[in-house]
């Protein structure tokens, strides 16, 4: 079982950067692949990042690439998410997901059994 906490949301002008972290609960969250994903009002929940356990793999979705970086520090439980030259079309909810036990990462949200309670972050133009 794993327990997810998200953090670093806020309100940042176009241009600027976040920094994004999601704390795990559970001695083996180094086991288990991770995904962001984002939701904005009236639209699907989509895919942005993921990172495999072991950090050797990373994905993003073409609309975050060159923008967002993707990281992890098994050793404190953690995940981050590094989002630089923001725009207004990346508002919405962030929330990190975890897969089970060496499971590679999925681009589908619903392919992910572990959930954080979701970050806001608002870009203004």
């Known amino acids: 079982q794993v327990q997810l906490v998200e953090s670093g949301g806020g309100l940042v002008q176009a241009g600027g950067s976040l920094r994004l972290s999601c704390a795990a609960s559970g001695r083996t969250f180094g086991s288990y692949s991770t995904g962001w994903f984002r939701q904005a009002p009236g639209k699907e929940r989509e895919f942005v990042a993921s990172?495999?356990?072991?950090?050797?793999?990373?994905r993003y979705a073409d609309s975050v690439k060159g923008r967002f970086t993707i990281s992890r520090d098994n050793a404190k439980n953690t995940v981050h998410l590094q989002m630089n030259s923001l725009r207004p079309e990346d508002t919405a909810v962030y929330s990190c997901?975890?897969?089970?036990?060496?499971?590679?990462?999925?681009?589908?949200?619903?392919?992910?059994?572990?959930w954080g309670q979701g970050t806001q972050v608002t870009v203004s133009s």
């Open positions: 997901a975890a897969m089970r036990p060496f499971i590679e990462p999925q681009l589908l949200w619903t392919k992910y059994d572990y």
């Open positions: 990172i495999t356990w072991d950090a050797s793999t990373t």
